[in-house]
């Protein structure tokens, strides 16, 4: 069923993160693409180079890009120069590679003031610093005042795959254990926050951050890692489901598991919101065998940016493409693939 | 001087291709980025990728930005897809790369019509597929009505560079001879024609297209390349500039060896512009060592994007940075770098 097709037009909603993301990617953008394109269009890519080196196959490179178009630009823990930073950096590592190189391309609305493209260029630059990687190039174009909002940043990314590194989303097994690398929704209600210039907004901030470093020590640890993935528009809810229906296993989550800041959990109830569905930018959540989880756990929380990392389900060959939750107060639900408009324009 | 900032506020001649747009980078960008950041931050660079081969340096791999707002966004002879794979193509060829692979992300305004997304989306698939270039990644956000122009799309490619092809715009050498592949002007006019919805509409088409084919065609013929580029905003007096400071050569320019359509000379008379600061899309400059032009101009007119390809002059080492342009009446002028708004959202 073309659902797609009954709008005709785009809606805020195409750009959620969510279902109807999911088809505009899958019924107008693949398609219109076509056979010039990979069979996917994720926001990142491995590429094999062919006929590169002495061997056989090629060193594998992942190929990721992502815009920027949050609103408003600055929040509380961060700017939309560090998401852009962070994000790219973040797609790169989710697949296992090492950043390496940065691309930048910035559209400007005319009259945009000059400090704060400096101070969005500066957390470019310390977050590049921080996550290692060098920016190599960019591209800058302005627009009339009134035909963008302020500033929007587009990153590419590459990097190296090191060998022996194979990660999907279509590779979970029944048994893993599903690990979060600390709380969830804090970016999306720091961003919401200040939107809204509601009370609690100091008390809540973007989780923003490079998490290479954090893979890296995963990685370390030499536990069989078979899915790892930044859950950002669409929240823990999309990047769980991607993770079902791609690897076609069932995944039960322990709600009460879960880590969440209480200010997060008393906004998210405030305006009616499930901090399953908000946008998170410096969290990861991995899927790995059941042997190594424990170690892998362990060595989350001992780095900087897994602090308070915690096993939070299971996958198995039950229920096969869904997510279950088993709630605090006992019973169980499904937790589904967010449909429409979340949090537009949260990243 | 720090004419920068002056305005503290972007104005639209800081996306013109001019001296504006490169005090932009010069005195903003670069600084705010900083050392993160390459020592210049052109839309394009060259990697060299260490210990991932047998050899002692490892392949060199072009990697590339580009943000197309181009409006509106369908105009004679193409639209903003074509340009966003072709420019992003044309960019890598012109490091001397073999485009390979390329990254979509699009910005679309609420609301915007599904059918315009697949034309350009259709536009982007049979580009790639004539530059021989696989969409391997896409990155899609929606923006509230108002608050972006109908849709701006960011492409980001990496392509391989062979070994021993070595071209900058700082690697002029007095002597050489400077071609261009064909008439110039041509898509600037087209999109202004569009815009202003003037008469002469209909003569003037873009000349969007993809140019790596040609520059295999012109290394073919083992002459000394120096520089490529594709002169884009800014037209053909931004790129000569660029080359006569970057290389501190002079470069003179017989003006009635430049080849004009007359439709876009009589409409650039029409409306006071310069060609030569007209922007191409589909066109390239090269430099080349006196004695292998003959054979590469000869090679670019034998291929069908240089049917109209000339030589139009000499770099030397008088008048070194500058650019001299020999007039039809004889006299002889200064050809200046663009100075602030030329055509904005050219590209």
């Excluded at 910035?106 to 610093?129: N, P, Q, W």
């Excluded at 929704?185 to 926050?193: E, K, N, T, W």
């Excluded at 008393?266 to 930018?281: K, Q, S, T």
């Excluded at 096993?311 to 060959?317: F, P």
Aim: charged share 20%; aromatic share 4%.
């Amino acid at each position: 069923m073309k659902l797609m097709k009954k709008s005709e037009r785009i809606l805020l909603a195409h750009g959620s993160g969510g279902k109807l993301s999911r088809q505009l990617v899958e019924e107008v953008i693949l398609p219109g693409i076509g056979v010039a394109g990979a069979v996917n269009l994720d926001d990142a890519a491995v590429l094999q180079l062919h006929g590169m080196a002495g061997r056989a196959k090629g060193p594998r490179l992942a190929f990721t890009t992502d815009s920027y178009v949050v609103s408003p630009i600055f929040f509380p823990g961060g700017n939309i120069g560090d998401l852009a930073i962070n994000g790219t950096v973040n797609d790169l590592a989710m697949m296992g590679a090492r950043p390496g190189f940065v691309t930048v391309g910035l559209v400007i609305e005319e009259g945009f003031a000059l400090d704060e493209l400096e101070a969005a260029l500066l957390s470019m630059r310390k977050r590049a610093l921080e996550a290692g990687v060098t920016i190599v190039a960019g591209d800058t174009k302005v627009v009339e005042r009134g035909k963008a909002d302020r500033i929007f940043i587009s990153t590419s990314g590459i990097g190296l795959i090191p060998d022996g590194r194979e990660v999907s989303g279509s590779l979970l097994q029944p048994g893993d254990r599903i690990l979060v690398s600390g709380t969830i929704g804090d970016h999306g209600m720091a961003v919401l926050s200040q939107r809204e210039g509601l009370e609690f907004r100091s008390d809540i901030v973007s989780d923003s951050a490079p998490l290479n470093s954090l893979v890296e020590e995963i990685f370390e640890t030499g536990a069989e890692i078979h899915a790892l993935r930044d859950p950002t528009r669409g929240g823990l809810a999309a990047t769980l489901n991607e993770f079902a229906t791609g690897s076609g296993v069932g995944i039960l989550v322990e709600e009460s598991a879960v880590p969440l800041e209480p200010s997060v959990s008393r906004a998210c109830d405030l305006l009616g919101l499930d901090p399953f569905y908000v946008a998170n930018e410096g969290k990861l959540v991995v899927s790995v065998s059941e042997t190594g989880a424990e170690q892998v756990l362990q060595a989350m929380q001992g780095h900087p940016q897994g602090g308070r990392a915690a096993a939070i389900g299971t996958a198995s060959s039950d229920h096969s493409g869904t997510v279950i939750l088993q709630t605090r107060v006992g019973g169980k639900r499904i937790l589904d693939m967010p449909t429409g408009e979340q949090l537009p324009r949260i990243c």
